[in-house]
């Protein structure tokens, strides 16, 4: 099962099946992968659904088919269901697989590796004006790959989120220091891809897991000094960073979109306009996956998908914060590398929640490939130390839908100075 996970996921960061020689013998490689791992684990003894994303998720998904249902599109209820269960069963396959160290830093490498291919892809696109792929820069020399990641933020998504595996497995050195060079080699071209897409969500998601990292490790203080200097340096980049404000065309589309996001909120609370129907009642899409899944799963949908990331969130800061009683020298060894992987996933789903901010990107399967990831690190630390506290649905059914209201006041609260700035 676990070679197939790994497979299934090369697929979709590579996507070698959309290259234009191989995409023309229509090969039905990501479904029939897909299959051969689901198979696997169904045959498989060991099954573990000891997290609330497990239930979060399929809920998710219902609401999403009921929310085109519900606004008078019966056939967009069998479009939902096939558009995100590969998603979901991805999410739970690879969750179920990560048991092991072993096996979380094989999905780690795997994701580095494929992200340094399309980092590569990049440059070669920078230098030459096209990729191995046929593809080219877009119309202003920004690169992009195939597929889901034809969008420089996409691409830059992914890049940011990839950044700190890159750096988490560095450090574990071997082969005379070969080991570090090169994954510090593959951290450095990643940065280099984020630079190359020009894209001012992946910049500044890569400013805020910088942030996260240098408050983790010198404190508040030291942290806002040197991001200060950072976000500085940042501006001072040829990039389009330094256009971010309200009145710049693409910020001014973004900020009406998200805007009339809301309007479809308030016309359809409960449920939204249906997933998937965003830009049947604005031109742009919302450009913001927290405000799309407002708009188009309304508060119900908005509230489960916050708890799905929220539990993430919550694992991982879990881990950072909790104090085991550790019996000798190789639990306390044992206890540091899980809370120095938990700070790898921690600054992994920073950043990438934060560049979806910039992204209409709530249903896309790679923030579900990193919650899995998330997951399978939570349950394996949990297993060795089980004084690591078990999170229930049932305890948070008011926590949820509360903290969701106050993100929905937020946000909505932020569309309105930022319009007052027009």
């Given at each position: 099962?676990?070679?197939?996970?790994?497979?299934?996921?090369?697929?979709?960061?590579?996507?070698?099946?959309?290259?234009?020689?191989?995409?023309?013998?229509?090969?039905?490689?990501?479904?029939?992968?897909?299959?051969?791992?689901?198979?696997?684990?169904?045959?498989?003894?060991?099954?573990?659904?000891?997290?609330?994303?497990?239930?979060?998720?399929?809920?998710?998904?219902?609401?999403?088919?009921?929310?085109?249902?519900?606004?008078?599109?019966?056939?967009?209820?069998?479009?939902?269901?096939?558009?995100?269960?590969?998603?979901?069963?991805?999410?739970?396959?690879?969750?179920?697989?990560?048991?092991?160290?072993?096996?979380?830093?094989?999905?780690?490498?795997?994701?580095?590796?494929?992200?340094?291919?399309?980092?590569?892809?990049g440059m070669e696109q920078a230098k030459l004006g096209v990729g191995w792929t046929g593809v080219s820069l877009i119309e202003d020399g920004r690169i992009q790959y195939v597929g889901i990641f034809n969008d420089p933020n996409d691409l830059g998504m992914l890049f940011v989120l990839t950044l700190p595996m890159a750096f988490y497995l560095s450090g574990g050195g071997g082969l005379a220091g070969l080991k570090r060079l090169f994954w510090l080699g593959c951290a450095g071209m990643l940065l280099y891809g984020v630079y190359l897409t020009n894209s001012r969500g992946a910049l500044l998601g890569v400013a805020l897991v910088l942030g996260i990292y240098l408050w983790r490790r010198w404190g508040l203080v030291v942290a806002g000094l040197l991001g200060s200097i950072g976000l500085a340096?940042?501006?001072?980049?040829?990039?389009?960073?330094?256009?971010?404000?309200?009145?710049?065309?693409?910020?001014?589309?973004?900020?009406?979109?998200?805007?009339?996001?809301?309007?479809?909120?308030?016309?359809?609370?409960?449920?939204?306009?249906?997933?998937?129907?965003?830009?049947?009642?604005?031109?742009?899409?919302?450009?913001?996956?927290?405000?799309?899944?407002?708009?188009?799963?309304?508060?119900?949908?908005?509230?489960?998908?916050?708890?799905?990331?929220?539990?993430?969130?919550?694992?991982?800061?879990?881990?950072?914060?909790?104090?085991?009683?550790?019996?000798?020298?190789?639990?306390?060894?044992?206890?540091?590398?899980?809370?120095?992987?938990?700070?790898?996933?921690?600054?992994?789903?920073?950043?990438?929640?934060?560049?979806?901010?910039?992204?209409?990107?709530?249903?896309?399967?790679?923030?579900?490939?990193?919650?899995?990831?998330?997951?399978?690190?939570?349950?394996?630390?949990?297993?060795?130390?089980?004084?690591?506290?078990?999170?229930?649905?049932?305890?948070?059914?008011?926590?949820?839908?509360?903290?969701?209201?106050?993100?929905?006041?937020?946000?909505?609260?932020?569309?309105?100075?930022?319009?007052?700035?027009?």
């Amino acid at each position: 099962m676990f070679f197939f996970i790994l497979l299934y996921l090369m697929l979709v960061l590579i996507r070698p099946q959309e290259y234009p020689a191989v995409e023309a013998m229509h090969l039905p490689l990501l479904p029939v992968t897909m299959a051969c791992a689901l198979l696997g684990w169904l045959l498989s003894p060991r099954k573990n659904f000891d997290a609330p994303q497990y239930r979060l998720l399929p809920l998710f998904l219902l609401v999403m088919m009921f929310s085109v249902a519900v606004n008078g599109w019966m056939g967009g209820v069998l479009a939902q269901l096939g558009g995100f269960a590969p998603a979901l069963i991805l999410f739970v396959l690879l969750a179920n697989a990560c048991t092991t160290a072993a096996r979380i830093r094989m999905v780690m490498i795997t994701i580095v590796i494929c992200a340094t291919v399309l980092a590569v892809h990049g440059m070669e696109q920078a230098k030459l004006g096209v990729g191995w792929t046929g593809v080219s820069l877009i119309e202003d020399g920004r690169i992009q790959y195939v597929g889901i990641f034809n969008d420089p933020n996409d691409l830059g998504m992914l890049f940011v989120l990839t950044l700190p595996m890159a750096f988490y497995l560095s450090g574990g050195g071997g082969l005379a220091g070969l080991k570090r060079l090169f994954w510090l080699g593959c951290a450095g071209m990643l940065l280099y891809g984020v630079y190359l897409t020009n894209s001012r969500g992946a910049l500044l998601g890569v400013a805020l897991v910088l942030g996260i990292y240098l408050w983790r490790r010198w404190g508040l203080v030291v942290a806002g000094l040197l991001g200060s200097i950072g976000l500085a340096g940042l501006l001072l980049l040829p990039s389009r960073l330094k256009d971010l404000s309200p009145e710049e065309a693409s910020a001014n589309g973004r900020v009406q979109a998200w805007y009339e996001g809301f309007q479809m909120f308030f016309s359809r609370p409960l449920f939204g306009v249906g997933a998937g129907n965003f830009t049947d009642h604005n031109e742009l899409t919302a450009h913001n996956s927290y405000i799309l899944v407002l708009a188009e799963t309304g508060f119900v949908g908005f509230t489960l998908w916050i708890a799905f990331v929220g539990y993430c969130l919550w694992m991982m800061t879990t881990i950072l914060r909790h104090r085991p009683e550790l019996a000798d020298a190789s639990a306390v060894s044992t206890w540091r590398r899980e809370q120095v992987l938990a700070t790898t996933m921690l600054l992994s789903l920073s950043g990438c929640l934060a560049t979806a901010f910039f992204l209409s990107r709530s249903y896309a399967v790679v923030l579900y490939m990193l919650a899995a990831l998330v997951v399978g690190v939570y349950v394996h630390a949990r297993q060795q130390f089980p004084s690591l506290p078990r999170f229930s649905l049932e305890r948070d059914v008011v926590r949820w839908p509360t903290l969701a209201g106050i993100a929905l006041v937020v946000l909505y609260l932020v569309v309105k100075i930022l319009l007052a700035f027009e």
